[in-house]
Structure formats: C-alpha cells, structure tokens
Nanobody
Framework: QVQLVESGGGLVQPGGSLRLSCAAS????????TGWYRQAPGKQRELVAD???????NYADSVKGRFTISRDNAKNTMYLQMNSLKPEDTAVYYC?????????????WGQGTQVTVSS
C-alpha cells in the first residue's frame, strides 16, 4: 500500500512564503515523475509544477519565478517552495506521483493541504 502525505499548508499574508512537503511511504520500488496540483473553489484542478526522477522541472506560467519544486529521492519526499504568494494562489494543493509498487506502476494522490493567502 502506497500513501502520499502532504504537510506545510496554512494561512499566509500576500508576499509571504510557505513550503509544502509530500512524503511517500509503503512498498515503493521506484518513483518517476512527481508533481503538485491545486484546485481553487469552483475551478478545475491544475498542474502547478512537476519534476522527473532526473530532476527536470516544469512550471505553470502563473508560478514561474515564484515557486520551486524539488525532491529528495533518498527520502521519497517532494517539496514545493512557494514565495511571493498572491491571493490567487489560494487553493487546496495536492501532490501526485507515478510509483512502481509490487511490479505495477500507478498514479497516487495525497489528501490535499489548504493554502490560503489573505491579509
């Protein structure tokens, strides 16, 4: 059984910073591409950033230059450093990972963590 658990969300003022973490646990053979998504009320879930097992990154235009995705393969953990936060960044943030477990590749999601940017 593979689980992804996010942490680090909360309330922050505009211009502030937060760091999200996503830890994968369970019977994991290998983790391929991992990413962060977000969903604001009344909107579709959207990709924020993703990172390959080799470290290649991809960002949504709306967060380029402000957010940084990284991963620690030894700890099976992924991070999202969010700087210069704006009210429009308010959403539930989810981590996602393509993981090989028990000889099968599957897509796994975390439970989500709320990020609220407000003064």
């Amino acid at each position: 059984q593979v689980q992804l658990v996010e942490s680090g969300g909360g309330l922050v003022q505009p211009g502030g910073s937060l760091r999200l973490s996503c830890a994968a646990s369970g019977s994991i053979f290998s983790i391929y591409i991992t990413g962060w998504y977000r969903q604001a009320p009344g909107k579709q879930r959207e990709l924020v950033a993703d990172i390959s097992s080799g470290g290649r990154t991809n960002y949504a235009d709306s967060v380029k230059g402000r957010f940084t995705i990284s991963r620690d393969n030894a700890k099976n953990t992924m991070y999202l450093q969010m700087n210069s936060l704006k009210p429009e960044d308010t959403a539930v943030y989810y981590c996602n990972a393509a993981i090989i477990s028990g000889g099968t590749m599957g897509a796994y999601w975390g439970q989500g963590t709320q990020v609220t940017v407000s003064s």
